[in-house]
């Protein structure tokens, strides 16, 4: 089963990551902390971490998906988010 866009509770997978296929709109697929991969009409994958710096909301772009996979983005994530604020 593929998850849907939009909000999702469940992790996403490397399986259904491959398994997604380009709509007529950008589809956003959460993995959550921030983390989500947008689908592009062309059929690009590219992750993403939304977050706040100084009260703003910012989008931090952590690759496309054929050069990062899942655990590496998480990861990726993981390190942006210990890095210190000034």
Sequence with gaps: MLPRPG???VP???TAIRQTKPGPKPTKL????GLC?????IGSKL?????????KEKLMPLGQ???VTLAQARQSRD??????TV
């Design 7 to 9: 909000k999702s509770a």
């Design 12 to 14: 996403l997978v490397e």
């Design 30 to 33: 959460r993995d959550g902390a």
């Design 37 to 41: 991969l947008l689908v592009n009409p």
């Design 47 to 55: 992750w993403r971490w939304k977050h706040r710096y100084l009260g």
């Design 65 to 67: 998906c054929l050069n």
């Design 79 to 84: 390190d942006a988010h210990q890095l210190p």
